[in-house]
């Protein structure tokens, strides 16, 4: 990859897309010092801080385990790697760490936490096993989902452990309970979950090379035996390694690759990285390896058309409602996400409206960072609101009332709502955000197994190849529940950087 001077527009498309916070994303080259710079993008604490990242210079011809992709599954891979003793590597196509992860406003889901038992919240693994499977419609991997389920407390254990602590619990659609876990502040889990990472990584001294492009996996007799990078646009070169971990996410951000697989999305806005474009999936597919799924592409319901930014399920979980231009509500707001995108495609206009009071606004962090993009109309009181985005005034009164007493009554009855309606709408002023459908995550990709090997198209293990997080397939089966993406690239990350260092150390 050539070296990156638009940087600063890739940060600037990661934040449109986060919570909250800033931060000025830039890669410089120094010859008197042995660090590449580059500021993370810290959207939880709003601060922008440098962080040292390795100089080109100090690249080896061999690592025990080459990771490509900086994510929240790549670096958690390198970390948990680097703890069972291994020598890992990570190369990332882009002048940023973080990808897609940096972009989750919403939380990570997870069963039988010590949070949730300290806040009496009552759920199981199976209750999440169950409430993830029926999301899929069934079609998920039911190996993966298992495996996902039972070590989803001990990932919030872990990051706990390194100071990422995500104890503020509230529903997100498709959950029975409480459980998807966010920052105690209740701001975005993306920016957050990448400062710490980031962090982690670092302390341990894990080189980090960005600007890194892998181009090519290499295999000998039959294994794996190394990738084919470019860093910064110089000569490409082969370095060798016994494992290579493949966490370069999905390719929501490639078009064509899109249209390929569902014709029926062309022209829809994405809220993906730029870097997500599937990169580590056609690699891998030219190594003989399985893909699955690749048709199962989730749009997201709530996303603002001009930018492609995704409004938090959040907003919704904390008692939002969604309302057409008509001012009625017009479906379960905390449904599944493939069916409230169908509810609001099927409108007339096509679109509809997040709206929310004063007070859920100061519980959800991630509409200051709304408010400064100008897309959140307020109003001082609903007739205001109502005026400002052109419904009728005494509709959307009439069904803020009637909510605010489904809430007082714990029971919606034309919709059959049944979580998330523990605050009403009574606070002012009132906000709305006019939002529509747009592609947000492709949940097919490569075959692995319960391990994180890649399988093959015939049906087996293709040596010292891993993979993990988006890039893979089959764990969300044909609709990924909201918090379930943050659980996956924490939860098969580490397991991605615990048996690739097995692996290299048999």
């Known amino acids: 990859m050539k070296k990156v001077l638009s940087s600063l527009l890739v940060a600037s498309a990661a934040l449109l897309l986060v919570g909250c916070g800033s931060s000025s994303n830039k890669t410089e080259s120094s010859t008197s010092t042995s660090k590449t710079t580059a500021s993370s993008s810290e959207v939880a604490s709003g601060a922008s801080q440098k962080q040292e990242f390795t100089d080109p210079k100090e690249l080896k011809d061999s690592y025990d385990v080459i990771i490509v992709g900086a994510g929240g599954a790549g670096m958690s891979a390198a970390i948990q790697a680097k703890e069972a003793g291994a020598n890992p590597v990570i190369f990332e196509k882009m002048p940023v760490v973080g990808g897609n992860t940096t972009k989750s406003s919403g939380g990570m889901n997870a069963s039988e936490t010590k949070f949730q038992k300290e806040q009496g919240i009552q759920d199981s693994n199976d209750t999440f096993f169950n409430d993830t499977l029926k999301g899929g419609g069934g079609t998920n991997d039911k190996e993966l989902l298992r ?275 523990d605050y009403d709408l009574t606070k002012a002023p009132y906000y709305a955000i006019q939002i529509a459908p747009g592609i947000h995550h492709t949940m097919g990709g490569v075959k692995i197994n319960t391990n994180t090997e890649v399988i093959n198209t015939k049906g087996e293990v293709i040596p010292g190849l891993y993979a993990a997080g988006e890039v893979t397939g089959g764990l969300h089966g044909n609709n990924r529940i909201g918090g379930n993406a943050v659980a996956d690239i924490v939860i098969f990350g580490r397991q991605a950087g615990n048996q690739s260092a097995a692996y290299v150390q048999k």
């Open 147 to 421: 495996y996902f389920v039972d070590h989803s407390a001990d990932a919030i254990d872990w990051l706990d452990s390194m100071g990422i602590t995500l104890n503020n619990i509230s529903y997100s659609g498709g959950a029975s309970v409480k459980r998807i876990h966010r920052p105690a502040d209740g701001s975005a889990v993306g920016g957050y979950l990448v400062k710490g990472l980031t962090k982690n990584v670092l302390d341990r001294k894990i080189p980090v090379f960005l600007n890194a492009d892998v181009t090519k996996i290499n295999e000998k007799d039959g294994k794996v035996s190394g990738v084919t990078v470019q860093i910064q646009g110089e000569k490409k070169k082969n370095i060798s390694s016994k494992a290579v971990v493949v966490t370069t996410g999905g390719f929501g951000g490639n078009e064509k690759m899109i249209v390929k697989y569902r014709p029926d999305l062309k022209g829809y806005v994405s809220t993906n990285a730029k870097g997500s474009t599937g990169d580590g999936i056609k690699m891998i597919e030219k190594l003989g390896g399985q893909l699955v799924a690749m048709d199962q592409i989730q749009v997201h319901p709530t996303v603002v058309q001009k930018d492609g930014m995704l409004v938090s399920e959040t907003v919704r979980g904390e008692g939002g409602i969604l309302v057409n231009q008509q001012g009625k509500r017009f479906f379960n707001e905390l449904e599944t996400r493939d069916k409230v995108s169908a509810a609001i495609s099927a409108l007339p206009e096509k679109y509809a409206y997040i709206v929310f009071d004063d007070a859920l606004a100061s519980r959800a962090k991630q509409i200051d960072f709304y408010k400064s993009k100008g897309v959140v109309v307020e109003g001082k009181t609903i007739e205001e609101l109502a005026k400002k985005i052109k419904v009728p005034a005494d509709t959307l009164k009439q069904t803020i009332d009637t909510w605010n007493q489904d809430v007082a009554n714990k029971k919606d009855p034309e919709f059959g709502r049944s979580t998330a309606m």
